[in-house]
């Protein structure tokens, strides 16, 4: 949500920055902005919009020169998306420039304040109020930018990551965070600055990733200099190297970057399961359960938290936990679970979920999970984010890179590495025979050559997808670890299309949903042949007297519901609790299809941002 780019260095900084800008597009945004020092002049220009919007309105005034620049993609939140509330902004002086990602919570109060001592405001943003703030600070104190910058932080309520620039002191930009990522590429005398390291892979693999209420003094000419912003404590940051390739972020001939990562998931699945799962020794090997195994092995339940997708994901692992590792298991959305006050204790074990590690409410239930004395264990995508460095322990999904808003491959690694875990608590706690064990560990080898042949059938699909491309709403049905996946059938087919879907367990159509089934309700069905097959095809039997059209997801060489339904997709057979990752596959393919054939834009779904970083 929202995007930040800045360079400080030898190169001309506007080609670096909105070609950044355009990686970063993913995030979500309605608006963009650029702002270029040429040595003289601050230059800045923004507009409503998309980056291509921003580069033809710069080029065409002339607004590209300079080393020194920030970038920004905004996705509103304090004032509609128009070309004033775009970032960056000025201060009153003109001297000052920020961009900004986050909500300034108390920016009202602070705002009236500045009127006060006559400040006046062009927008309705909140990160007006902030760089006004920062100049107000600078002058009265009469301190360097970056104190000023450091007294305004302790002074303001929310969360933010931002970049400040003052063209009377054109070798530094200050950058600080607090529960929204930035990181700091270091390059040969030069500095690059963004919310993730997509827009500076291709001129160094070297990040300093920030910490929350950690700033930084970027110099030319100086090592980078880290403080905490409460206390002024000095850092000694820690440059990570970078394992992303320019490859990775590309489309890679694909038409969109969704289907590039739905074809992507045989390789990220076994590259989420590699070095960890050793079917010929029959071990599963994940060292961050290893070194705390007695946290899970004694805990009372399992607390699963996360956001869209990733609760979804948490969803299946439910059922995975509870039937393989005995554990109660409780699956909280993270946005809901800090405002219940909640019962926590050190006897829980608190799972949290989030593809980029970055999921503000994801954050928050981490924080007051360990404020309870709970046992954090994070489950994400990225090294060095946030929630892998909150966690006491966890595992990456190592997925790669997922720029396409609408999750595909982050769910099926996140089920990977939820089953490993769960597979090995069973096996810890001689839950699971050695016979039965190696049936799954064995399952979960094949399933990369099993979601490749669920690919194949995209053909089929498309077909399937061209007829009902025009409906105004879908229904989703699934039994035990199916019922997850129609509710991301569903939450695929509405984020991406427009199209209204809803999910349910196959059981609860006749509490209310039967209602709405006629002959121009499509109801996709999963109907595998493990786990309830009697029942569902039960439903199946109710939907086509009712005469809907039935899209049925089926294992290979079904006969009963294929006799039923209007149209079949045939997956391989495996075992019950590995389904999911197949059955997906079709309904990722057929939301996708549908979506591009409406003529929606795939990879940036309107109002939708990749990373939610603010409430």
Request: glycine share 8%; charged share 25%; with cysteine.
């Amino acid at each position: 949500m929202c995007g930040i780019v800045g360079y400080i260095g030898h190169r001309d900084a506007y080609p670096i920055i909105t070609k950044g800008l355009q990686r970063l597009e993913y995030r979500g945004y309605d608006s963009a902005g650029i702002a270029l020092f040429d040595g003289e002049s601050l230059n800045v220009c923004k507009t409503k919009g998309k980056v291509s919007d921003l580069k033809t309105k710069a080029e065409s005034s002339e607004i590209i020169t300079g080393k020194i620049g920030l970038g920004h993609t905004r996705w509103a939140t304090h004032g509609v998306p128009n070309d004033v509330n775009s970032h960056p902004h000025y201060s009153n002086s003109g001297d000052l420039v920020i961009i900004h990602n986050g909500i300034i919570e108390n920016y009202e109060v602070i705002k009236k304040e500045l009127i006060k001592r006559g400040y006046t405001f062009q927008s309705d943003t909140d990160t007006e109020v902030l760089i006004n703030l920062i100049e107000e600070i600078k002058t009265k104190e009469n301190v360097k930018l970056g104190k000023a910058v450091q007294i305004a932080l302790n002074e303001v309520v929310g969360a933010y990551a931002i970049a400040v620039f003052d063209k009377n002191k054109p070798n530094e930009i200050i950058v600080a965070k607090l529960g929204s990522p930035l990181a700091i590429g270091v390059g040969e005398e030069e500095f690059f600055i963004a919310s993730d390291a997509s827009p500076f892979i291709e001129y160094t693999n070297n990040a300093i990733y920030l910490d929350d209420e950690e700033m930084a003094i970027i110099r030319l000419g100086k090592e980078v200099n880290v403080r905490k912003i409460k206390n002024d404590a000095l850092i000694n940051p820690y440059v990570q190297e970078l394992k992303l390739n320019l490859e990775q972020i590309e489309k890679g001939g694909y038409e969109h970057f969704m289907l590039k990562e739905i074809y992507e998931q045989p390789n990220a699945i076994k590259d989420t399961y590699r070095g960890r799962l050793r079917t010929n020794s029959g071990i599963i090997k994940m060292a961050g359960v290893e070194d705390h195994l007695e946290k899970f092995l004694n805990a009372n339940r399992i607390i699963i938290v996360g956001c869209g997708t990733s609760w979804h994901a948490g969803l299946v692992a439910e059922y995975t936990f509870e039937d393989l590792a005995r554990i109660p298991v409780e699956v909280e959305y993270a946005s809901e679970f800090r405002y219940r006050n909640p019962i926590i204790t050190e006897k829980d074990v608190v799972i949290a979920i989030s593809q980029s590690g970055e999921t503000a409410d994801t954050l928050a239930a981490i924080k007051l999970s360990k404020e309870k004395g709970a046992f954090v264990f994070g489950v994400c995508n990225v090294v060095g984010s946030t929630i892998a460095r909150e966690a006491h322990a966890g595992s990456y999904t190592h997925a790669g890179p997922e720029i396409g808003v609408a999750s595909t491959k982050a769910f099926t690694t996140q089920i990977t590495v939820l089953t490993l875990l769960a597979l090995k608590l069973a096996k810890a706690k001689g839950n699971i025979s050695n016979t039965d064990f190696h049936t799954y560990i064995s399952g979960l080898e094949a399933i990369p050559n099993k979601v490749a042949e669920c690919l194949s059938f995209n053909d089929e699909v498309k077909k399937i997808a061209s007829a009902y491309k025009d409906v105004s709403n879908c229904l989703y049905l699934g039994r035990g670890y199916n019922f997850p996946v129609a509710l991301e059938g569903a939450l695929k087919l509405k984020e991406i299309s427009y199209i209204h879907a809803e999910g349910y367990p196959a059981a609860e159509m006749k509490h209310g949903p039967i209602a709405l089934i006629d002959e121009h309700m499509p109801v996709i069905v999963i109907a595998t042949k493990k786990g309830h097959y009697d029942k569902i095809v039960s439903n199946v039997q109710e939907i086509k007297s009712r005469k809907g059209k039935i899209i049925a997801i089926v294992t290979q060489g079904d006969e009963t519901v294929k006799a039923l339904a209007d149209h079949v997709i045939e997956i391989p057979e495996t075992v019950e609790s590995l389904v999911p990752l197949l059955t997906t596959i079709p309904l990722q393919l057929l939301s996708y299809h549908i979506a591009v054939m409406r003529g929606c834009n795939v990879d940036q779904p309107r109002n939708l941002a990749k990373s939610v970083t603010v409430e």
